[in-house]
């Protein structure tokens, strides 16, 4: 059956992709329970260089845990973020809320980072920015 009114229906195109489906670079990623918040986990070169970056704040979703990492960036960020440094037993060592672009952030004694949309994280501790 054709569409009618000259749209041309295709799947992931027209009508099967909506903002809550992650981001195309994270579907296949693992998924991890930090917190209150199930993220995707960023294995991947591509996941782990890029973050979240480049998206819309529609697009974020829950965020991105990223194992063995003490330092992100900000650069290419279409929305603040909020960015909470976890130890090796996965407990927040330090919340920075609402971190604009262009910005670096660093945490010397943390062994991941999970980046979530401002506003959603929900760790009381050492927040900072």
Do not use: K, M
């Given at each position: 059956m054709r569409p009618?009114?000259?749209?041309?229906?295709?799947?992931?195109?027209?009508?099967?992709?909506?903002a809550t489906d992650r981001p195309l670079r994270f579907?296949?990623?693992?998924?991890?329970?930090?917190?209150s918040h199930r993220v995707p986990v960023a294995v991947t070169f591509v996941s782990r260089a890029l973050?979240?970056?480049?998206?819309?704040?529609?697009?974020?979703?829950?965020?991105?845990?990223?194992?063995?990492?003490?330092s992100v960036h900000t650069f290419g960020m279409r929305a603040p973020?909020?960015?909470?440094?976890l130890d090796a037993a996965m407990a927040p060592l330090s919340v920075w809320r609402a971190v604009p672009a262009n910005r670096v952030v660093r945490e010397p004694?943390?062994?991941?980072?999970v980046e979530?949309?401002?506003?959603?994280?929900?760790w009381r501790g050492g927040g900072r920015c």
């Open positions: 009618t009114g000259g749209t041309r229906l295709r799947f992931g195109v027209v009508g099967r992709v909506t579907r296949r990623l693992p998924l991890a329970d930090v917190a973050g979240l970056a480049l998206l819309s704040a529609e697009r974020i979703g829950d965020g991105l845990l990223i194992p063995r990492c003490r973020l909020d960015l909470v440094f004694l943390a062994s991941a980072v979530l949309p401002a506003g959603a994280a929900s």
